[in-house]
């Protein structure tokens, strides 16, 4: 597709259940990065995938977070027992292979988010 | 001390007037800087890179105060289009983690 595509857009779930949501991330962008952010917040970092190498997950708030990606293409970020706190908009975004300087593959493009409400 | 900081705001300006935000950064090390635009629920994205020489794109104006650590975004003849939050982004100098300020939200009015 043309840009990051997220779903769901919307999810309500029970505290205690797990949830999955899904990025695919733009054509031929190597890295993908999911971020959280909440009500009035900022952007909270939660794990990097780029290319082959081993993802950075260490913004991942707890062990009930954790997210995986099949080579460069879609990621799924899982979250168990899900708790009202988790309650937030998660955001999905990819850019080609950021190097060391500045440059257009270091611009990263974002999905549309995943609304998450945990009653 | 956050690792990027922005005053939140907000900044409520008429039309027509001249805004700028500062964004400081606490490490020395950061690259790449980046000014992203975020209206009301809505994804983030890209208003502009920051170079060291300072670029502009339009009636926004980005520079990058690197003995200082700091970033500015000015933006010029304000419309009430450019009501939103700006972010501001440092990327983690030896990583490709990218820190996001909290935003300064500009209100434009009539």
């Known amino acids: 597709g043309a840009g990051v595509s997220q779903s769901p857009s919307n999810k309500v779930t029970e505290k205690g259940k797990d949830v999955e949501l899904r990025c695919d991330p733009i054509?031929?962008?190597?890295?993908l990065y999911w971020y959280r952010q909440r009500l009035g917040q900022g952007l909270e970092f939660l794990i990097y995938?780029?290319?082959?190498?081993?993802?950075?997950k260490s913004g991942l708030p707890s062990d009930r977070f954790s997210a995986e990606r099949t080579g460069e293409s879609v990621s799924t970020l899982t979250i168990q027992r899900t708790q009202q706190e988790d309650s937030a908009v998660y955001l999905c975004?990819?850019?080609?292979?950021?190097?060391?300087?500045?440059?257009?593959?270091?611009?990263?493009?974002f999905g549309a988010g995943t609304r998450l409400s945990v009653l | 001390r956050k690792e990027v900081e922005q005053d939140p705001g907000p900044f409520n300006v008429p039309e027509g007037a001249t805004v700028a935000f500062n964004c400081t950064y606490s490490?020395?090390?950061?690259?790449?800087f980046f000014w992203y635009r975020q209206d009301c629920r809505k994804e983030p994205k890209l208003l502009m890179s920051?170079?060291?020489s300072g670029n502009e794109d339009g009636r926004f104006t980005a520079q990058l105060n690197r003995a200082s650590q700091y970033i500015s975004l000015l933006i010029r003849d304000s419309k009430l289009s450019d009501s939103a939050t700006y972010l501001c982004?440092?990327?983690?100098?030896?990583?490709?983690?990218?820190?996001f300020g909290t935003g300064t939200r500009l209100k434009v009015l009539a």
């Open positions: 920051v170079y060291s």
């Open positions: 975004a990819s850019s080609g292979s950021p190097g060391t300087g500045g440059g257009a593959k270091n611009i990263q493009y």
């Open positions: 995938f780029q290319g082959n190498s081993a993802p950075d």
């Open positions: 054509s031929g962008h190597t890295a």
């Open positions: 490490n020395s090390a950061s690259q790449s």
């Open positions: 982004v440092v990327r983690r100098g030896g990583t490709y983690k990218y820190i």
